[in-house]
């Protein structure tokens, strides 16, 4: 007789698989009994507070990018999902900060890590990686984290994935587990770069589409006339024309904000379920004082006060809380930087900040007063409690 919990998976799309793999798992899986009295040290091996990880090897990705493969110094890396993040910590001149990279390498393997760095303007942590971290430095970070990644009992085996810029490295994880492990999915990438010569992993993508049947690859350039390929950006007729029938797609999107509000509008505009749209967070974006419902009295560039704990540290209108208690040396818990974990979260005491879009804001944090530090911006002399 099926228990409850059978029978609701038995309902859910793609359902009669997963209930198979689960009975695969129960009848060739590992014995767990063997395991009891070790649920601490079981649950901090996939679940670390901090990975110690090397770099051991350090690959060219494009004249802007590189791709750095980390191991770990006690020969154990947690499984993940292909979609998933590390979130990397770094010391640079005294002031200790982190970023959240999502992973690049296939989970089917856990030799190593790979994640892709790529520069960007004024960027603090992307130039620290690009002009000086090498082979043998030691860093540290989360273990893995994200909800960006594909759930077999509410995904359509059909994917889209719209990627802009340096977004494209969830799905080159994506794309190796799904090919290299012989996954029963169809996948259309689509692939929005100023230029050719700026994609990343732009001839691995292009062969593997060209090995592969259910791998369909489309580069659309929106900045170089002369690219002898798809030009423009990746609205509702692009995603049209390249996949054909989209009803019966699930849609994945990591870029820049201003790329993914826009490709969001598009699907939308194509008739496409909300349901059916993921979305990854790209973090803060660089220039938020073009924010849409940014104070139009200031420029970004004011100095205000932040107070901790009775003691005042000097706190930029541009850059967010967080940074500015990273600045002040004070440390303070952090994961994916986007507004959607909660790690960082702090109570806003006194003063105004401005929070940035894509923050998943609890009810309780409205009510009791919490924000998220990682994308809320002074905008008035601002006091917090840790």
């Known amino acids: 007789m099926k228990s409850i919990k059978e029978l609701l998976l038995g309902t859910l799309q793609n359902g009669p698989e997963v209930l198979n793999d689960i009975k695969v798992c129960r009848r060739n899986g590992k014995d767990i009994v063997t395991e009891i009295g070790r649920v601490g040290s079981k649950i901090s091996e996939y679940h670390p507070k901090i990975l110690k990880l090397e770099v051991s090897e350090i690959i060219e990705t494009s004249a802007d990018a590189k791709t750095f493969r980390l191991t770990s110094e006690n020969g154990w890396l947690p499984p993940f999902m292909a979609g998933q993040f590390i979130n990397v910590f770094t010391e640079i001149d005294g002031v200790r900060t982190s970023r959240p990279y999502s992973l690049s390498s296939s989970p089917a393997q856990r030799g190593y890590y790979e994640i892709t760095v790529a520069r960007i ?5 992307s130039d620290y990686f690009l002009n000086t971290v090498k082979v043998g430095d030691k860093l540290e970070a989360n273990g893995p984290a994200g909800h960006f990644h594909f759930n077999p ?4 085996k059909k994917s889209v994935y719209l990627a802009g810029g340096s977004g494209i490295t969830p799905f080159v994880s994506m794309t190796r587990e799904i090919l290299e492990s012989g996954k029963d999915r169809e996948i ?3 692939y929005g770069t100023r ?5 990343l992993f732009y001839e691995e993508l ?3 589409a060209a090995a592969y049947p259910n791998f369909h690859f489309e580069p659309v350039v929106s900045d170089d006339p002369s690219f002898a390929g ?4 990746i609205d509702a007729a692009c995603i049209k024309e390249i996949v054909g029938k989209i009803d019966d797609a699930d849609f994945y999107i990591c870029g820049p904000q201003v790329m993914n509000d826009f490709c969001v509008q598009e699907l939308e505009k194509a008739g496409v379920d909300h349901k059916h749209i993921h979305r990854e967070v790209f973090g803060a ?12 009295e200031l420029t970004g560039k004011e100095e205000f006060t932040l107070t901790v704990d009775g003691k005042k540290y000097p706190a930029r209108a541009n850059e967010s809380i967080l940074t500015a208690l990273e600045r002040a040396g004070i440390k303070a818990p952090v994961c994916c930087r986007s507004g959607g974990c909660g790690m960082c979260r702090v109570k806003l005491v006194s003063g105004r900040v401005f929070a940035a879009r894509g923050v998943l804001v609890r009810h309780a944090d409205e009510k009791f007063g919490y924000i998220h530090s990682c994308k809320s911006y002074p905008i008035s002399d601002v006091e917090i409690m840790l």
């Open 121 to 125: 303007p004024t960027g603090f942590v």
């Open 153 to 156: 009992i509410f995904h359509r």
């Open 188 to 190: 259309y990438l689509i």
């Open 195 to 199: 230029t050719e010569k700026a994609a």
């Open 206 to 208: 292009k062969e593997k």
């Open 230 to 233: 798809r030009k423009g950006f």
């Open 285 to 296: 974006r660089q220039d938020i004082e073009n924010e849409p419902g940014w104070p139009s």
